[in-house]
């Protein structure tokens, strides 16, 4: 494994939490967040903060459970940052995360992406050149980008970690 450098890009990718199936809402878009799932967002949003890797950005889908999410782990990371909603990450595959990827800030060392699977394994693996993970909600990877975010492009990530909040709570 190639050594960590500080001065690439993290690029940080979270699962929403665990979504009510309750019946409640009328489209996919408006399923919101079961209580396991806003307490696990709450416990990945802390675990952030307790391991110095504090997003300087936060982009989330505009689906309310990953909306929820983003917002639930600022509150209890601590962040000081707001979270960009945006409908491309629900609706669009890894291309459209990329195109997002790749248009921020060079200035911007460390981001965190909400969103949904099955587009968080595959773009996973296509960034790292392949990977078989399985990523349960509120998963978080943390790839460090090759170059810079316009960089961004398959096996141009190196997969640094890969936390669940089950593994989190098996820990505590």
């Known amino acids: 494994m190639k050594p960590y450098n500080e001065t690439m890009p993290l690029l940080m990718l979270m699962r929403h939490?665990?979504?009510?199936?309750?019946?409640?809402w009328t489209t996919d878009h408006e399923r919101p967040l079961a209580p396991r799932g806003q307490r696990a967002a709450t416990r990945m949003?802390?675990?952030l903060t307790d391991t110095g890797h504090q997003p300087m950005v936060v982009i989330s889908s505009t689906a309310e459970r990953a909306a929820a999410t983003a917002h639930l782990a600022i509150e209890s990371g601590r962040w000081d940052c707001k979270v960009t909603l945006t409908r491309q990450l629900y609706d669009q595959g890894p291309e459209g995360v990329l195109e997002i990827v790749r248009n921020l800030d060079s200035t911007v060392k460390s981001t965190l992406v909400v969103g949904h699977n099955p587009t968080w394994t595959e773009i996973t693996s296509l960034l790292v050149g392949g990977a078989n993970l399985r990523f349960p909600t509120a998963a978080i990877a943390c790839l460090e980008i090759e170059g810079g975010w316009s960089d961004v492009r398959p096996s141009n990530a190196i997969l640094r970690w890969f936390v669940t909040p089950h593994l989190l709570e098996t820990l505590s």
Do not use: P, T, V
């Open 45 to 47: 949003g802390r675990f």
């Open 17 to 24: 939490g665990k979504s009510n199936w309750d019946g409640s």
